[in-house]
């Protein structure tokens, strides 16, 4: 099965700033199907991203997605304070479909 | 909209077998893949497997031997049974759509814990 690692595991960010958050795969992941969820707290996860790079319905532009192969990336360009949360990348191009361990980004 | 809600006992004892129902409503259950999927008090996403609204499954390989998901679409409906249960399987489960690119709909969760 394919392993994803997020990295950082946690991010402190002050609202208004940049966030990069990292996936990586162990093997390459068939046509770039690579999704990112955003999870808060006593909620179910959100899609946000599919296919690496495409926007879900009503997801905000600040919100994107890029990377191929085994290196994936979500960027949110100026975080608001909704935005503070679980985020986990998911690849859905092999079976089982796995997840990643996931990125908290946190207030500074 | 389409929403989904998942039901069943929030006890179960070690051994016995974990059981859980997820309601679809607001749409039709007919070409979409549906799935449970678990999370373990704070850790990360587990998927367990999925069944085609025609009945075809596949399950992830870690529980194959333990679980079993059914449909029955005239009730809008499908089903997970988890067997011989441990501690281990102490979670939130959620049903959850899921299309060609990800999963679009989930159910809020249900927390299913595992003790005597």
């Known amino acids: 099965e394919i392993v994803l690692t997020q990295s950082p595991g946690t991010l402190s960010l002050s609202p208004g700033e940049r966030a990069t958050l990292s996936c990586r795969a162990s093997q390459s992941v068939s046509s770039n199907y690579l999704a990112w969820y955003q999870q808060k707290p006593g909620q179910a996860p959100r899609l946000l991203i599919y296919g690496a790079s495409s926007r879900a319905t009503g997801i905000p532009d600040r919100f994107s997605g890029s990377g191929s192969g085994t290196d994936f990336t979500l960027t949110i360009s100026r975080l608001e304070p909704e935005d503070f949360a679980v985020y986990y990348c998911q690849q859905y191009g092999s079976s089982p479909q796995t997840f990643g361990q996931g990125t908290k980004v946190e207030i500074k | 909209q389409v929403q989904l809600r998942e039901s069943g006992p929030g006890l179960v004892k070690p051994s016995e077998t974990l059981s859980l129902t997820c309601t679809v409503s607001g749409g039709s259950m007919n070409s979409f893949y549906w799935s449970w999927i678990r999370q373990p008090p704070g850790k990360g996403l587990e998927w367990i497997g999925y069944i085609y609204s025609t009945g075809s499954t596949n399950y992830n390989p870690s529980l194959k031997s333990r679980v079993t998901i059914s449909v029955d679409t005239s009730k809008n409906q499908f089903s997970l049974k988890l067997t011989s249960v441990t501690a281990a399987d102490t979670a939130v489960y959620y049903c959850?759509?899921?299309?060609?690119?990800?999963?679009?709909?989930w159910g809020q969760g249900t927390l299913v814990t595992v003790s005597s």
């Open positions: 959850a759509r899921e299309q060609n690119w990800g999963f679009d709909y």
